[in-house]
């Protein structure tokens, strides 16, 4: 089941944050709300966050544009 494109990505909590790292290089990751999303910019992925829990499979993730 997929959310309303209106309805804004559910909240991850913030000591969860603090203490995941990139599946694939082991490097910090920066959270993007408004997409919902965990950006490795080490790895060039974008991890998705689906009712507030981080999908950290590569397999999963979204390839960054290199622009």
């Known amino acids: 089941m997929t959310e309303p494109l ?4 559910a909240p991850v909590d913030p000591r969860l944050l603090d203490i995941l790292v990139c ?10 709300r408004e997409a919902g999303e965990l950006i490795s910019r080490a790895a060039g992925l974008a991890f998705p966050i689906r009712d507030g829990i981080p999908i ?3 397999e999963e993730a979204r390839t960054l544009d290199t622009d």
Not at 6 to 9: C, I
Not at 23 to 32: C, H, N, S
């Open 6 to 9: 209106d309805t804004p990505p």
């Open 23 to 32: 599946p694939v290089t082991k490097t910090t990751l920066v959270y993007d």
């Open 56 to 58: 950290m499979l590569p």
